[in-house]
């Protein structure tokens, strides 16, 4: 059994810090609680390199499979050093199939 709340802390100090807060207790009455002010990824806290690179495989792979996300991934590590490569980063980018229309928003 669960219950979700706002923490009070957490919600005077957001929007300027999106802290968490989890506080639970065990099945013997131990209360364990932990307040994160900087979660990873925030400004104060942000991913490695390594860390965001497996964030980033982990939501491209399912869509555009592991050969085409590495490629993305490189393309746009790379980008500084080859803007050209614009057209075939946004190839890779188009999930099979779908064909988006120039100048449509997405």
């Not at 994160?36 to 690179?53: F, Y």
């Not at 500084?80 to 075939?88: C, K, M, Q, T």
């Not at 980018?93 to 988006?100: I, K, N, V, Y």
């Amino acid at each position: 059994v669960f219950d979700v709340a706002v923490d009070g802390e957490c919600e005077q100090s957001y929007p300027g810090i999106r802290s968490g807060m989890v506080s639970m207790t065990t099945s013997d009455g131990q209360v364990l609680d932990q307040r994160v002010q900087n979660p990873k990824g925030e400004a104060a806290n942000p991913l490695a390199d390594v860390d965001l690179e497996a964030k980033f495989r982990t939501n491209c792979e399912p869509i555009l499979g592991p050969v085409a996300c590495e490629a993305t991934l490189r393309l746009i590590w790379n980008f500084r050093n080859e803007p050209s490569a614009l057209d075939r980063l946004l190839q890779l980018l188009t999930p099979h199939g779908a064909s988006p229309e120039k100048g449509s928003a997405a």
